[in-house]
Structure formats: structure tokens, C-alpha cells
Nanobody, 125 residues
Framework: QVQLVESGGGLVQAGGSLRLSCAASGRFFTINDMGWYRQAPAKERELVAT??????????NYADSVKGRFTISRDITKNTVTLQMNNLKPEDLAVYYC????????????????WGQGTQVTVSS
């Protein structure tokens, strides 16, 4: 099982910055992709950014709405993932969830989805 603990949400004015962090712990064989999703009020959860187990920034994937403003990074030795959010806009207001896709056992190729508890990001105009 994988536990994900997020930190770093809060209230910021439009144009400001926030940094979200997520740490994975528990018993698992390997974590493949890690990333961030968000859910705005009355909307479905959507992908924000993901990064694969290489941790290479050039292999990150971003939603079009955040490209050029958000940067995802990962420390594979510490099982952490970070989302640096710059030039925040009111439409970025949402609950942000950390996600990890993990294999629990070396004897099974099944990949499971794990989610953090969510952290609120509020952007005032």
C-alpha cells in the first residue's frame, strides 16, 4: 500500500506562486508515474501534471492550461513530487490531489492508483 501526504496549499493573490509537495510512503515495489490532479467546484477531476519514474523534467506531461506556469519535479530517491505553481490565476482555484501509480509486488505487473487527501488552492482576483 502507498500513503501520500500533501502539503503546501493555501490562499494567494492572482499572479502569485505556491509550491505543493507530496511524499509517498508505505510498502510497494516501485512507483511509476507520480503527478497532480485538481478538482474545481462543480467540475470533474482533471490532470494537471505528471512525471514518470525517471524523474526527468523533459518527460513531464502538463495540461495545456498550466503549461509555462507550472513545473513538476520528482525526487525518486525520496519518493516525493513537487508542483511549483507560478502566475496563478483565479481559474486555478481547486483542490489539488497527489497521485501515484504503483506496483505493490515484484511478482505482479498490476499497477494501482493511490491518492492523497487533497490540498486546497485558492486564488483571489
Amino acid at each position: 500500500q502507498v500513503q501520500l501526504v500533501e502539503s503546501g496549499g493555501g490562499l494567494v493573490q492572482a499572479g502569485g506562486s505556491l509550491r505543493l509537495s507530496c511524499a509517498a510512503s508505505g510498502r510497494f515495489f516501485t512507483i511509476n508515474d507520480m503527478g497532480w490532479y485538481r478538482q474545481a467546484p462543480a467540475k470533474e477531476r482533471e490532470l494537471v501534471a505528471t512525471i514518470d519514474r525517471s524523474g526527468r523534467g523533459d518527460r513531464a506531461n502538463y495540461a495545456d492550461s498550466v503549461k509555462g506556469r507550472f513545473t513538476i519535479s520528482r525526487d525518486i530517491t525520496k519518493n516525493t513530487v513537487t508542483l511549483q505553481m507560478n502566475n496563478l490565476k483565479p481559474e486555478d482555484l481547486a483542490v489539488y490531489y497527489c497521485n501515484a501509480k504503483a506496483r505493490i509486488s515484484a511478482w505482479s505487473s498490476t499497477v494501482y492508483d493511490y491518492w492523497g487527501q487533497g490540498t486546497q488552492v485558492t486564488v483571489s482576483s
